[in-house]
C-alpha cells in the first residue's frame, strides 16, 4: 500500500521568503512522486513529478523539490515566494505503473503575507 | 488542446434527491479516473477506466454511486440517493497510457453540496 504524510495543514510566509512544504511517502514499490497545485475553484494542476531520474526536480513556477529515499521524503521548496503562490498544495504517490491511480496527501495551504 | 471539461460545475440538492457529473477527458486518453474531493482532504479515487471497462471500483460506494463510460470516451457519474457526507468536489481527471511517468490531467471539478 502507499501513502503520503504532509506536514503542516497551512503554512504562512512572507512574500520573498523561502517556500517548505514537507511530504513524505510510504510505499512497497518504487514510487513516482507528484506535487500539484489546486487554486481556488479549479482543478488541480501539476507543479512537478519524479519519475526515477534525477533526484532534484525542477517544476513550474520556480518550483523544486529533491526526492530523498533515506528519509522517504519528497518536499517541495521555491526561493522566493510570490503573492500568486498562494494556494493549496497536494503531494501525491503512484507506482510504476503508468494508469495506476494517484494516491494525495491532505494538502497544505500556503498563505503568501505581502 | 483542450482540457478535461466537467458539468455542471457546482450543483446544489437535497438529500435522497440523485444527481449526474459528466465528463469528456482530452481527446485520446484511454483512461479515465474520477475522485472524490472532501473539503480538508486530498482527492480520493472512486473509479478508475480504461477505455470503456472498469479497472479499479474498489471504493466506490456501490449501494448509491454509479458510473459508466460508453464508447470509451464521456464519462458520467451518478448518486441516487445523496448523502450529506456526499459534498464534495468531484474530480475526473484522464492520462495516456504511453509511458512510465505519464502525466494525470484534471478537470475544474464539480461541486456538490446536498443539504
Known amino acids: 500500500a502507499q501513502s503520503v504524510t504532509q506536514l503542516g495543514s497551512h503554512v504562512s510566509v512572507s512574500e520573498g521568503a523561502l517556500v517548505l512544504l514537507r511530504c513524505n511517502y510510504s510505499?512497497?514499490?518504487?514510487?513516482?512522486l507528484f506535487w500539484y497545485v489546486q487554486y481556488p475553484n479549479q482543478g488541480l494542476q501539476l507543479l512537478l513529478k519524479y519519475t526515477s531520474a534525477a533526484t532534484l526536480v525542477k517544476g513550474i513556477n520556480g518550483f523544486e523539490a529533491e526526492f530523498k529515499k533515506s528519509e522517504t521524503s519528497f518536499h517541495l521548496t521555491k526561493p522566493s515566494a510570490h503573492m500568486s503562490d498562494a494556494a493549496e498544495y497536494f503531494c501525491?504517490?503512484?507506482?510504476?505503473?503508468?494508469?495506476?491511480?494517484?494516491?494525495f496527501g491532505k494538502g497544505t495551504r500556503l498563505s503568501v503575507i505581502a | 488542446e483542450a482540457g478535461v471539461a466537467q458539468s455542471p460545475r457546482y450543483k446544489i440538492i437535497e438529500k435522497r434527491q440523485s444527481v449526474a457529473f459528466w465528463c469528456n477527458p482530452i481527446s485520446g486518453h484511454a483512461t479515465l479516473y474520477w475522485y472524490q474531493q472532501i473539503l480538508g482532504q486530498g482527492p480520493k479515487l472512486l473509479i478508475q477506466?480504461?477505455?470503456?471497462?472498469?479497472?479499479?471500483d474498489s471504493q466506490l460506494p456501490k449501494d448509491r454511486f454509479s458510473a459508466e463510460r460508453l464508447k470509451g470516451v464521456d464519462s458520467t457519474l451518478k448518486i441516487q440517493p445523496a448523502k450529506l457526507e456526499d459534498s464534495a468536489v468531484y474530480l475526473c481527471?484522464?492520462?495516456?497510457?504511453?509511458?512510465?511517468?505519464?502525466?494525470?490531467?484534471f478537470g475544474p471539478g464539480t461541486r456538490l453540496t446536498v443539504l
Open positions: 501525491a504517490v503512484r507506482g510504476f505503473r503508468g494508469n495506476t491511480p494517484l494516491v
Open positions: 510505499s512497497s514499490v518504487p514510487p513516482y
Open positions: 481527471a484522464s492520462s495516456t497510457n504511453r509511458g512510465l511517468g505519464n502525466e494525470q490531467f
Open positions: 477506466f480504461q477505455n470503456n471497462g472498469v479497472v479499479d
